[in-house]
């Protein structure tokens, strides 16, 4: 990080972030997060960060299955399971904010067939993406969907 033009370095660096989450769908990596996080600059203090800080390269060496059983085991589902878990909920969001075709959010969360897609989105939602989508959108007064 630069100083400051007078040539000091600040005391402090403040980072933030936000990111609008559907509380319906809370991500199981996310949920037991309090509502703000506090990281030291220097996590060597704090052995609970220095672990999630040296996580990439001390898992690396892990063999595929002890990967999976050690994700399932912390996260509540295999790590493909949560691949589609998330994918799914990204498609919800797609179909409710848009009124492209259903290949689009399809395409968009990482599936190339929209069949493929529409019998994935329904084991997850038991509803079609298109009967999704229909169902979301308030109906107006004339009859209309917004």
């Known amino acids: 990080m630069g100083g400051r033009p007078d040539g000091a370095n600040p005391a402090t660096v403040t980072l933030c972030g936000a990111y609008p989450l559907d509380p319906a769908r809370a991500h199981p990596l ?8 506090h990281l030291p600059a220097r996590s060597g203090h704090r052995p609970e960060i220095r672990a999630a800080v040296e996580l990439l390269a001390a898992k690396g060496g892990l063999s595929r299955a002890a990967f999976a059983r050690r994700f399932a085991a912390m996260v509540g589902r295999p790590p493909l399971g949560c691949l589609t878990w998330w994918r799914m909920t990204t498609a919800a969001r797609l179909l409710r904010e848009s009124d492209s075709p259903l290949s689009a959010p399809a395409e968009q969360v990482g599936y190339s067939s929209e069949f493929a897609f529409g019998n994935a989105f329904k084991r997850e939602y038991g509803l079609a993406p298109g009967r999704y989508r229909r169902q979301q959108r308030p109906v107006t007064p004339g009859g209309r969907t917004r």
Do not use: G
């Open 30 to 37: 996310l949920r037991d997060l309090p509502d703000a996080l």
